[in-house]
């Protein structure tokens, strides 16, 4: 797969997210991507053909913990995905989609993608290069980063985005240590930043959602690693995301060459 092809198919999807002011104003066609391949990156490709790359942008979109950027896009006759979509969204979340349920499931997954302002996210998963070029609110707080999405989660996540595993860990880290720092680097966020500061970081699942059970695979806090932003990009920056372990050991091997 061209990544070049696959970056700019999803520059192409988040621009229309981001300037859409309503729901209506979110969704695109497969010629719509097409042509804005054409006009906008000279790339030529037919629209039968953007499919792969918009699927596989949904398959890095749900392993980052993102909505399924796939959902925005609509063929031109029914004005509703393709059975594509919903066999995606089946393979991914190992939930089967029942008939009357798909187009309730296909509307909440793109309204999660119009509330979403987590894209450059996907833009920097598949170039780590990349910066910012949108201007994209980049949001590094820790429970916008988790969407597990399964109710297999029981334990901790009842609901689809409710990331209670993430406030759990950070809240047995404090006791633990009496403040939150990242578990890499030895960040302290309250430290460097005062007040404004004072008991942040971001959590980490150790267990990839893509490597879990589809039929109920659980998690613990003991699954979520506290990071600072900065260690918790580093992880991600290759696929599969380097261990917490692997980093930490990067780290203290460079702080020692220094």
């Known amino acids: 797969m061209d990544k070049h092809v696959l ?3 999803a520059k192409i999807l988040i621009e229309k997210l981001k300037n859409a002011k309503r729901m209506e104003e979110i969704w695109l066609t497969y010629k719509d991507v097409s042509s804005h391949l054409y006009r906008y990156a000279g790339i030529r490709i037919e629209p039968l053909f953007t499919k792969e790359y918009i699927g596989e942008l949904s398959a890095i979109c749900y392993r980052l913990g993102l909505p399924l950027i796939s959902s925005i896009v609509i063929n031109k006759d029914d004005l509703i995905p393709g059975p594509g979509f919903f066999k995606l969204y089946s393979d991914l979340t190992g939930r089967k989609v029942k008939k009357e349920d798909s187009e309730i499931i ?5 309204r999660k993608c119009f509330e979403c302002e987590d894209w450059d996210r ?40 409710n990331p209670l595993v993430i406030k759990d860990a950070k809240a047995a880290f404090f006791k633990k240590h009496g403040r ?16 404004i500061g004072k ?5 980490h699942h150790k267990k990839m959602v893509a490597d879990m059970d589809k039929e109920g695979d659980t998690i613990t806090i003991d699954d979520i690693a506290i990071v600072c932003s900065n260690c918790h990009s580093m992880l ?3 696929s599969p995301p380097i261990t917490v372990e692997e980093l930490k050991h990067i780290v203290e091997k460079n702080r020692a060459n220094c």
């Open 7 to 9: 970056f700019e198919t």
């Open 106 to 110: 296909w509307l909440e997954e793109s």
């Open 122 to 161: 996907l833009l920097l998963e598949i170039n780590p290069g990349h910066q910012n070029i949108l201007g994209l609110n980049v949001q590094n707080d820790g429970d916008r980063l988790y969407k597990e999405g399964k109710e297999r989660l029981k334990r901790h996540i009842e609901k689809e985005r």
């Open 180 to 195: 939150l720092f990242c578990e890499i680097c030895d960040f302290d966020f309250g430290k460097v930043y005062g007040e």
């Open 199 to 203: 008991n942040f970081a971001e959590g």
């Open 236 to 238: 991600h920056r290759s």
